[in-house]
């Protein structure tokens, strides 16, 4: 049975750097037929995908975030993290890290972070 374990703060303070990790267990983030994302959901609304970690360590981030975010891994541990610099009010949200399959079905979750940026 595959887990996937969020950790990190809850509440951050504008301008600084919002970390959160995911650790994985009942499957490897190497394995070749599965990517990891990170997906948030702002108060009222929809899922945001914010980026993705490929089976070998490639990034790929949305547009807007860019400049500003950074997922990489731990093998050795069986994680990956999210990083989002220069946070504002406007990043509050629930993050959630996701595992994808080969048809891009996200089929296992994080239990989700509420991350409140404020002062």
């Known amino acids: 049975q595959v887990q996937l374990r969020q950790s990190g703060p809850g509440l951050v303070k504008p301008s600084q750097t919002l970390s959160l990790t995911c650790t994985v267990s009942?499957?490897?983030?190497?394995?070749?037929?599965?990517?990891w994302s990170w997906i948030r959901q702002p108060p009222g609304k929809a899922l945001e995908w914010m980026g993705i970690l490929a089976y070998d360590g490639s990034p790929y981030y949305t547009p807007s975030l860019k400049s500003r975010i950074s997922i990489y891994r731990d093998t050795s541990k069986n994680q990956f993290s999210l990083q989002l610099s220069s946070v504002t009010p406007e990043d509050t949200a629930v993050y959630y890290c996701?595992?994808?399959?080969?048809?891009?079905?996200?089929?296992?979750w994080g239990q989700g972070t509420q991350v409140t940026v404020s002062s």
């Open positions: 996701s595992r994808s399959g080969p048809a891009s079905e996200y089929d296992y």
């Open positions: 009942g499957g490897s983030i190497v394995a070749t037929e599965y990517a």
